[in-house]
């Protein structure tokens, strides 16, 4: 007897059904051969946000999220913060392996080559309002692109996806840096090719009149790690956002446009903003036992806590706590860091987050350091936009190589009204509850 089959007995028609397993998981369409009857359309999933549904096979990143364990291309995320360049492990995400030596030149060089906007992207940030928020400016930027670069749209030809990929990894940063500038009412400063990708970022970013930016290398460094860790998450929101919109074969830049709006909502990667403000309303370390009261009486959520897929300490928060410690012997202690270090001791020690296994995320600690580093709020989630971008595009040149992969469209249970009939406008409002009523 076969044992790697579910056995399912239909006790609705007494039927009994083998459904093979596909790597530890059921292939939903094999549930539909499942019917009462030829015009029974057979049994489908039910499965809201996605909390037991694989929509892919991917051998990017894996996450053990009951350990605490994630790692890019079999590497654990702490070694290759610890030994690699946040360009390195791009090329890793992208091309399955890390680079030689010769690899990583021509990789960097590429990518170097590519950091210029377009003079009509640059009038086109004029157009926005001083106080736009910067995410908004950066979507808007990124899609704008499609309109550069009209061949993009040729997603099944390697090697024009493998020209906007450069592209987009080394125009993100230039986009970003524009939108904190304009925020500002600065010039935009011209990337400078000489520097790494982090303190290239940090000139366009900081550069006044100096002739030659110099960034500090431990800012430029930790920077760099913090690009490494939010480079890929597997299935996240953005990134199922990225597959869905690219299955449609939607160009790169809109396809990564769709993602970084996925990526700014405040249950996603705009919850770094949120920690912050949150923060800022706590105020004081005395202050924290009653905001966890009211937490927990679920007025609001404690943001940069839990996570859908860890159930333990996030490896990401870990390193980010390490790293703030070497920033923060530049810039000197961000005030924030005591209340956010009282306030994770106090919430892992109370039965409500214990219980629901709600630990610190990657959003956590990641705005401490960044507005240590200068950076305002606003301009948190595009800081986490720029790395994830690597991720986003290598999970759709993944998912346009799976010969399984179609256009994203689930299905729905269908719960409205059966057919009904056009009401003349004269009748409407006499409807049969008002005029039996
Ligand atoms: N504060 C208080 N309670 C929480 C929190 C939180 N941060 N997160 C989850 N819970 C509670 C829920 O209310 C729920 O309680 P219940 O069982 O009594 O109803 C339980 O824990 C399970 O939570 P869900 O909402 O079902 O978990 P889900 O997987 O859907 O959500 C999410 C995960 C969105 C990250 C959630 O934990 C959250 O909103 N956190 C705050 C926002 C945040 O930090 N987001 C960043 C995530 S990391 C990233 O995207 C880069």
New binding site residues.
């Given amino acids: 007897m076969d044992k790697e089959v579910l056995n399912i007995v239909d006790r609705r028609t007494g039927a009994a059904y083998d459904l093979p397993f596909f790597k530890g998981a059921i292939r939903a369409m094999d549930l539909r051969q499942i019917k009462t009857g030829p015009e029974d359309f057979g049994v489908m999933t039910y499965d809201p ?1 996605f909390l037991n549904t694989a929509s892919c096979q991917s051998a990017i990143t894996f996450i053990d999220g009951d350990k605490g364990i994630l790692r890019y291309r079999g590497y654990p995320v702490e070694q290759l913060a610890e030994n690699c360049t946040f360009l390195e492990v791009a090329y890793l995400l992208l091309n399955g392996e890390l680079p030689t030596e010769a690899e990583l030149k021509e990789w960097v060089e590429s990518i170097t080559r590519h950091t210029m906007l377009h003079e009509t992207s640059k009038k086109f940030l004029e157009g926005f309002r001083y106080n736009a928020h910067p995410m908004g400016m950066f979507i808007s930027t990124v899609a704008a692109l499609s309109t550069v670069y009209p061949e993009a749209r040729h997603v099944l030809d390697p090697e024009v996806r493998r020209l906007q990929i450069r592209r987009l990894i080394g125009k993100v940063p230039t986009i970003a840096a524009y939108t904190y500038r304009h925020s500002l009412g600065f010039p935009y400063v011209y990337p400078d090719n000489d520097l790494s990708y982090a303190e290239n970022f940090m000139n366009m970013l900081w550069k006044m009149v100096e002739p030659k930016y110099t960034a500090n290398p431990v800012l430029a460094r930790a920077l760099d790690i913090l690009f490494i860790l939010h480079a890929d ?1 597997e299935q ?2 953005s990134t199922n956002a990225m597959r869905a919109v690219g299955s449609s074969q939607a160009d790169p830049f809109l396809s990564t446009s769709a993602a970084c709006a996925a990526l700014s909502g ?4 705009g ?1 770094n903003e ?2 912050l403000k949150m923060l800022d309303v706590i105020g004081s370390k005395d202050k924290i036992p009653a905001y966890i009261d009211k ?2 009486a ?1 007025e609001f ?8 897929v860890y159930k333990n300490y ?1 490896p990401r928060a870990r390193i980010i706590k390490w790293a703030a410690e070497s920033v923060f012997e530049v810039t000197g202690r961000n005030a924030k860091l005591d209340i956010a270090l009282e306030l994770e001791r106090i919430a892992l020690e109370d039965d ?2 214990v219980k ?1 296994k ?1 630990y610190p ?4 600690y990641s705005g401490i350091i960044y507005q240590a580093m200068g950076f305002k709020p606003e301009m948190f989630t595009v800081l ?1 936009a720029i790395p994830r971008t690597v991720g986003w595009l290598a999970q759709w040149q993944e998912m346009l190589c799976d010969a399984e992969q179609k256009i994203a469209r689930p299905r729905q249970v269908y719960t409205g009204y059966e057919a009904r009939d056009v009401v003349p406008m004269e009748k409407r409002g006499l409807t049969a509850t008002s005029t039996t009523a």
């Fill in positions: 946000a998450h996240n929101c405040p249950l996603h990667g919850a949120e920690v937490v927990k679920g959520k404690l943001m940069g806590f839990g996570h859908r996030d409500y987050f629901r709600l995320n990657v959003d956590f986490f």
